[in-house]
């Protein structure tokens, strides 16, 4: 049986070399998957190769994160067992719910964006915009590093996990939707793991590929089954009900099942709790479940 591959698409804002990142990345998630299933962990620890990165942020901003600030942030969340009450405390705040019914507010009534998006905000939909309306073809660059990764392993006939964080889990649908409904491959995901994603948001939603198509056509049919994990206080994953959103591939038969899942993420950085971090993610236990029980199927331990 070839071996599985993991391809890992983060989200926005520069990220470190790739080769760094990915270190962090593998570490943070077999600690993830160490606290659903040890055993798997182990199986997994002894196939370092099987994760890769689309590293696209390079292509987007033309330029790494120096990966230091954040190398003792991640040795404190591999050293904690889970959230602590201080945790689970701040990501459910009144000032938290507050802001996240302003942007709820802001995705279901665009005009009033201006009014409500703080500097920081506004950013993010600047970089946003950039991707989603492709400007000077940046969407189409972002997307090959993406298929380029997916091609390689469906022609060595590996099972394929594909998650997307962020921004990277609408980048990894657009790419989905080309592969199958533009350019007909027959590759197909095994898993499509969705982390702190807009896939719920509205403004995205009208902006996806496939999205003037009709039925059917709206939805890549490459993806055999798809877990959605949203973290409480998630200011990027505003509605966290995949499952609803998406309920006509269920029902058109594109996809097995939907399942979504939510979760407290405890990373915290110079001691301020970052609840959409994807290293706080990747180092959750139902995280960690998810990937150690799609390893067992594709490696029929």
Same mark, same amino acid.
């Given at each position: 049986?070839?071996?599985?591959?993991?391809?890992?698409?983060?989200?926005?804002?520069?990220?470190?070399?790739?080769?760094?990142?990915?270190?962090?990345?593998?570490?943070?998630?077999?600690?993830?998957?160490?606290?659903?299933?040890?055993?798997?962990?182990?199986?997994?620890?002894?196939?370092?190769?099987?994760?890769?990165?689309?590293?696209?942020?390079? *292509?987007?901003?033309?330029?790494?994160?120096?990966?230091?600030?954040?190398?003792?942030?991640?040795?404190?969340?591999?050293? $904690?067992?889970?959230?602590?009450?201080?945790?689970?405390?701040?990501?459910?705040?009144?000032? $938290?719910?507050? $802001?996240?019914?302003?942007?709820?507010?802001?995705?279901?009534?665009?005009?009033?964006?201006?009014? %409500?998006?703080?500097?920081?905000?506004?950013?993010?939909?600047?970089?946003?915009?950039?991707?989603?309306?492709?400007?000077?073809?940046?969407?189409?660059?972002?997307?090959?590093?993406?298929?380029?990764r997916l091609d390689a392993a469906w022609r060595e006939g590996r =099972?394929?996990?594909?998650?997307?964080?962020?921004?990277?889990?609408?980048?990894?649908?657009?790419?989905?939707?080309?592969?199958?409904? *533009?350019?007909?491959? =027959?590759?197909?995901?095994?898993?499509? %793991?969705?982390?702190?994603?807009? %896939?719920?948001?509205?403004?995205?939603?009208?902006? %996806? $590929?496939?999205?003037?198509?009709?039925?059917?056509?709206?939805?890549?049919?490459?993806?055999?089954?798809? *877990?959605?994990?949203?973290?409480?206080?998630?200011?990027?994953?505003?509605?966290?009900?995949?499952?609803?959103?998406?309920?006509?591939?269920?029902?058109?038969?594109?996809?097995?099942?939907?399942?979504?899942?939510?979760?407290?993420?405890?990373?915290?950085?110079?001691?301020?709790?970052?609840?959409?971090?994807?290293?706080?993610?990747?180092?959750?236990?139902?995280?960690?479940?998810?990937?150690?029980d799609w390893w067992r199927s594709a490696t029929s331990m």
């Amino acid at each position: 049986m070839a071996r599985p591959v993991i391809i890992f698409v983060p989200g926005m804002k520069p990220k470190p070399e790739p080769e760094r990142h990915r270190r962090q990345i593998w570490r943070t998630m077999l600690e993830g998957v160490r606290r659903a299933d040890a055993d798997v962990a182990d199986a997994m620890s002894a196939c370092g190769d099987c994760l890769t990165l689309a590293d696209w942020t390079w *292509v987007f901003y033309n330029t790494h994160a120096d990966i230091e600030p954040d190398l003792a942030a991640i040795e404190d969340l591999l050293s $904690k067992p889970g959230p602590t009450d201080q945790d689970a405390a701040e990501a459910r705040s009144w000032g $938290k719910r507050l $802001k996240r019914f302003a942007y709820i507010l802001g995705d279901l009534l665009p005009f009033l964006i201006p009014h %409500l998006a703080d500097e920081r905000m506004q950013v993010t939909l600047q970089d946003v915009r950039r991707y989603l309306n492709d400007v000077r073809e940046i969407g189409r660059r972002v997307r090959r590093r993406l298929e380029m990764r997916l091609d390689a392993a469906w022609r060595e006939g590996r =099972p394929v996990l594909l998650i997307g964080h962020s921004l990277g889990s609408v980048i990894a649908w657009d790419s989905l939707w080309e592969l199958s409904r *533009v350019d007909a491959h =027959p590759g197909r995901v095994d898993l499509f %793991l969705t982390l702190g994603s807009p %896939l719920g948001q509205r403004f995205v939603q009208r902006r %996806l $590929k496939g999205s003037d198509a009709e039925g059917a056509e709206r939805y890549p049919d490459n993806v055999r089954r798809w *877990v959605n994990i949203a973290a409480i206080g998630e200011l990027t994953a505003l509605d966290r009900s995949f499952r609803r959103d998406y309920r006509e591939m269920l029902a058109a038969g594109l996809i097995e099942d939907i399942e979504d899942y939510e979760v407290l993420n405890f990373f915290r950085k110079d001691g301020e709790l970052n609840v959409h971090s994807e290293y706080g993610y990747l180092v959750n236990r139902t995280t960690g479940g998810v990937i150690a029980d799609w390893w067992r199927s594709a490696t029929s331990m």
